[in-house]
C-alpha cells in the first residue's frame, strides 16, 4: 500500500506559476509510475502527466505540454508538477496517483493508489 499526500495547490493569477508536490509513504515509491491528473466541477478526472519509475520518460497531456512539467525524487519519496503559465481552465483539483505497472499510463483505472487531492484556482 501507497499512502498520497498533495501538496501546494492554491489562488493564482492567470499566467501565473504554482508547484505541486506529492509525498509517499509505505511500500516501496521508486516501483512506482507515478501520475497527475485533474477533475473540474461536473467533468471527469483527466490525465495530466505521467513519469517513469526511473524518472528517465515522461508524457504530458498536450493541453499542458510546454507549461507543466513532472519530475521525482526517489530518495525523497516525492513527485512534483510544476505548472508554469497558468491558464483559467487549469482550474481543478489536481490528483496524485501511482501505479505497480513499469509502463506510463494516462487511464485513471491504471492506476492503483491516490491522494486526497489539492485545489488550484486560476483567477483572470
Known amino acids: 500500500q501507497v499512502l498520497l499526500v498533495e501538496s501546494g495547490g492554491g489562488l493564482v493569477q492567470a499566467g501565473g506559476s504554482l508547484r505541486l508536490s506529492c509525498a509517499a509513504s509505505?511500500?516501496?515509491?521508486?516501483?512506482?509510475?507515478m501520475g497527475w491528473f485533474r477533475q473540474a466541477p461536473g467533468k471527469e478526472r483527466e490525465f495530466v502527466a505521467a513519469?517513469?519509475?526511473?524518472?528517465?520518460?515522461?508524457d504530458y497531456a498536450d493541453s499542458v505540454k510546454g507549461r507543466f512539467t513532472i519530475s521525482r525524487d526517489n530518495a525523497k519519496n516525492t513527485v512534483d508538477l510544476q505548472m508554469n503559465t497558468l491558464k483559467r481552465e487549469d482550474t481543478a483539483v489536481y490528483y496524485c496517483?501511482?501505479?505497480?505497472?513499469?509502463?506510463?499510463?494516462?487511464?485513471?483505472?491504471?492506476?492503483?493508489?491516490w491522494g486526497q487531492g489539492t485545489q488550484v484556482t486560476v483567477s483572470s
Open positions: 513519469i517513469s519509475r526511473s524518472g528517465g520518460s515522461t
Open positions: 509505505g511500500r516501496t515509491f521508486s516501483g512506482n509510475t
Open positions: 496517483a501511482g501505479r505497480n505497472g513499469f509502463a506510463l499510463a494516462r487511464n485513471p483505472v491504471q492506476y492503483d493508489y
